[in-house]
């Protein structure tokens, strides 16, 4: 029964790369949420998405980042044209209906730009 | 801007002491409240979850909620080390959940 699965653990891009940060949620699991973590931050909402469908993209940076979630497949978050800045801590989190019992949190990936 | 605000500490309470996290946040409309526990370098995991008025008990937890006040708590009872980490408090926005900075808590033996 696995968890919410991503990969890569551990990403390094240099700047002006594209970045692809892949989740599969649990079993049964049709939510995906994306969260960005900064060092010594909280955790910052990004991107809300059901299947084939985007919900809440309220908080996703205005350019280069986009996200999915296809029918068939993994969700991915793309980071185009990566900047130091965009250096962080990503979480996916799944839930079997919404936001009612909490999410399940995947192990994150952390991108280095260099 | 909803917010979710928490001290972030450290917090240091010796071992066996009772620990007490506290969170306060903006919305009045916030149905669910949520405590996750994150140790450095991991992923945050669910303790606990509230949605009503009173206290909540499970095992060494108790989490408290205030609507009126617009305030949530965790207590730890019985501290260990092993309870050292970002405690990070999380509320429903609609249709996903806003997260505090979190307060780390030490533990020391």
């Known amino acids: 029964n696995a968890g919410v699965m991503q990969n890569p653990r551990h990403l390094v891009r240099r700047r002006g790369q594209e970045a692809r940060l892949r989740c599969s949620p649990m079993?049964?699991?049709?939510?995906v949420y994306w969260y960005r973590q900064l060092p010594e931050e909280g955790l910052k909402f990004m991107v809300y998405?059901?299947?084939?469908?985007?919900?809440?993209e309220s908080g996703m940076p205005k350019e280069r980042f986009s996200a999915e979630f296809p029918k068939e497949g993994p969700s991915i978050l793309r980071i185009q044209q990566v900047v130091r800045g965009d250096s962080a801590a990503y979480f996916c989190?799944?839930?079997?209906?919404?936001?009612?019992?909490?999410?399940?949190f995947g192990s994150g990936t952390r991108l280095t730009v260099v | 801007q909803k917010e979710v605000e928490q001290n972030s500490g450290p917090l240091s309470v010796p071992e066996g002491a009772i620990a007490s996290l506290n969170c306060t946040y903006s919305?009045?409309?916030?149905?669910?409240f949520f405590w996750y526990r994150q140790y450095s370098g991991k992923s945050p995991e669910l303790i606990m979850s509230?949605?009503?008025?009173g206290d909540k008990e499970d095992g060494r937890f108790t989490a408290q909620l205030n609507k009126a006040s617009q305030y949530v708590s965790l207590l730890i009872r019985d501290s260990q080390p092993s309870d050292s980490a970002t405690y990070l408090c999380?509320?429903?926005?609609?249709?996903?959940?806003?997260f505090g900075t979190g307060t780390r808590l030490q533990v020391f033996p």
């Open positions: 989190a799944s839930s079997q209906s919404g936001t009612n019992y909490g999410y399940t």
């Open positions: 079993k049964g699991h049709s939510h």
């Open positions: 998405l059901q299947k084939e469908n985007i919900i809440d």
């Open positions: 919305d009045r409309g916030s149905q669910s």
């Open positions: 509230i949605y009503s008025n």
């Open positions: 999380a509320v429903t926005d609609t249709d996903k959940l806003i």
